[in-house]
């Protein structure tokens, strides 16, 4: 597509705009200057502007076109009600709202939006960091050789946000220029894609991205910038309404395709009910024609029917999974004895027997450190690192005991934490999982910086994860250096639990591509020997580009809603009806 000139136009006047009267016959004066059938190409599929078809049977054709893997979005289509009807079995309706800010009515904030810098795209490495956020925000990517080369016509503007205290992006944006892609005769501009990292973004991100670009294209000026977003995204809705968004009749016409399907059918009973990690397998089987029933939302038990065939599942827990081999997952000591057997290196431990601390003292002189954690139950609970003396071992183990009465003791292991789900004996997903931390302001002391980081998480993760205030945290803060009522300077930041136990706060990063062919095989191989068909193996790291690993435990029912946009629903739904695997 040619770049067309820069051109200034003034605000429009209160009259019928095309966009603002879908249902209305444009003029042939409205209508001047304006390209016919304009689409353009986003990277995850092709904006389709609707008003620039006069013939809706040829709008119908083009959207039939769309890729495969890709969204095309059409925006503005007139009588949408008859394109629906020309093809009613493979256009729907979006249950989207469209919302405009009048460029000329804009006014900028007072001050900046704290910690938060917003710039242009500026090279590849800026496109995959996009990339990155938006998987992380549960988004679809562009490809990033069409982002890279949409970022050099001015037709599409990309922004992302730094974190000023630790210079990473944590947010993104894209812009359209209506002008300078079809020459619209409105003046109009778009905004796409905002996200933004919902565990390291600081407060303020989407709202001071939103600001920039409205900015940005108000310098062209330009006079409007729309956009569109689901009805009950009430967050979003309510930022927008406070930056002076007004909703405006457009609407949005999207083609019935396999990502689409949670948008234009019916879900069971239930579905809403579910928790993400067994909403991404249900929303997956429906995609896939699979009858989901579900049948303990609170537990994330569903039936999965397809024929004759049915198959009960506990989110990822199924029934192909015996009892032997969940039982060798649940008992950290069988896991560790099994996986060795199979050539995989695991820490050396011992147990803590509840009369005699002997043991689990000369465990602490050899190794000067030892990591405590209960032989069963939920892996992220009751653990305790960096126990270096008799009172800290006696509190840890009490600690532990709450969990289970059986205790392991264990060297610790310098490295990284890493989660590898393995479904059907394949690595499917990898990521590095992090303890909470905080990063201070120069202002505030490290119990407020808890606590707002705590709020933060949990907004981002519907309540599944928090940080809480506990001896554990206070013990961390401690070990890092600091005080509760410390105040860190702005840029420091700081581990405040033990653990990278999700629900307490801890993060997770894709490492997916950077796995070493030697850790993949040794996840591989501890699964096989478990006997489980959908494992997360939980793995301490010395370097993630290197070969070494040390297993910690195996988890047989990991959470697949941790790991973005890597297919780990899908590959599960494979293993379930491998069937309805694309092929």
């Not at 995850?44 to 040829?58: E, I, N």
């Not at 827990?317 to 997952?329: F, H, I, N």
């Not at 600690?399 to 392991?408: E, I, K, N, Y």
Request: aromatic share 4%; proline share 7%.
């Amino acid at each position: 597509m040619v770049a067309r000139p820069d051109v200034r136009r003034r605000p429009l006047a209160a009259v019928p705009t095309i966009t603002g009267t879908p249902w209305q016959q444009p003029s042939q004066h409205q209508l001047r200057g304006m390209d016919t059938e304009a689409t353009l190409d986003l990277g995850w599929g092709r904006l389709v502007f609707g008003q620039t078809f006069a013939d809706p049977q040829r709008l119908v054709e083009v959207l039939r076109g769309e890729a495969e893997g890709r969204r095309d979005i059409c925006i503005y289509p007139r009588d949408p009600q008859v394109l629906l009807g020309l093809a009613p079995g493979e256009l729907f309706l979006d249950p989207s709202l469209t919302f405009r800010l009048d460029l000329h009515r804009y006014r900028p904030r007072r001050e900046l939006v704290e910690h938060v810098f917003v710039r242009t795209v500026t090279c590849p490495d800026d496109v995959a960091e996009m990339g990155r956020v938006l998987r992380r925000a549960g988004m679809l990517p562009g490809d990033p050789a069409t982002v890279w080369h949409d970022h050099s016509t001015g037709t599409v503007r990309y922004l992302v946000a730094e974190d000023r205290r630790t210079g990473r992006v944590v947010g993104t944006v894209t812009g359209v220029d209506h002008v300078r892609a079809f020459g619209d005769p409105e003046g109009g501009s778009s905004l796409w894609c905002l996200a933004a990292d919902p565990d390291a973004a600081p407060p303020g991100t989407g709202e001071a991205l939103v600001r920039v670009l409205a900015e940005r294209h108000l310098a062209r000026g330009r006079a409007y910038l729309d956009l569109s977003v689901l009805h009950d995204n009430a967050p979003a809705i309510a930022l927008y309404r406070k930056l002076g968004f007004r909703q405006v009749p457009a609407l949005v016409v999207k083609r019935c395709n396999a990502r689409n399907a949670p948008l234009f059918v019916p879900g069971p009973p239930g579905l809403d009910r579910l928790a993400p990690s067994a909403r991404v397998i249900a929303d997956e089987a429906l995609r896939r024609g699979i009858r989901v029933e579900v049948t303990d939302a609170a537990s994330g038990e569903m039936r999965f029917t397809l024929g004759a065939r049915s198959v009960l599942t506990r989110e990822s827990l199924s029934e192909l999974t015996t009892a032997v081999g969940l039982g060798r997952c649940e008992d950290g000591r069988v896991t560790r004895r099994v996986v060795a057997g199979a050539g995989v290196r695991v820490p050396v431990t011992a147990e803590a027997p509840e009369d005699d601390l002997a043991p689990a003292l000369a465990l602490l002189g050899r190794f000067g450190e030892l990591v405590v954690r209960p032989a069963r139950g939920d892996p992220g609970r009751g653990v305790t690192a960096g126990v270096r003396d008799r009172a800290g071992l006696l509190s840890a183990v009490a600690r532990a005991r709450r969990h289970c009465t059986d205790v392991l003791l264990e060297e610790p292991v310098a490295g990284e934490e890493v989660r590898v789900v393995v479904v059907d004996a394949e690595v499917v997903a990898a990521a590095v999982r992090r303890p909470a931390t905080v990063v201070g302001d120069g202002v505030s002391d490290v119990t407020t910086l808890v606590r707002r980081t705590g709020r933060r998480r949990e907004r981002a993760t519907a309540g599944r994860s928090r940080i809480p205030l506990d001896d554990a945290t206070v013990a961390a803060v401690a070990e890092a250096g600091w005080a509760m009522d410390d105040v860190p300077p702005a840029g420091e930041r700081i581990r405040v639990r033990p653990t990278a136990d999700l629900r307490s706060g801890g993060t997770v990063e894709d490492v997916t591509d950077r796995l070493h062919p030697e850790i993949a095989a040794a996840a591989v191989r501890a699964a096989r020997a478990i006997g489980v068909p959908v494992a997360g193996l939980d793995l301490l790291v010395p370097d993630l580009d290197g070969p070494g690993c040390v297993l910690l435990g195996a988890d047989a029912q990991p959470g697949l809603a941790d790991h973005g946009a890597r297919p780990t629903a899908a590959r599960f739904v494979d293993l379930l009806f491998p069937e309805t695997r694309s092929r």
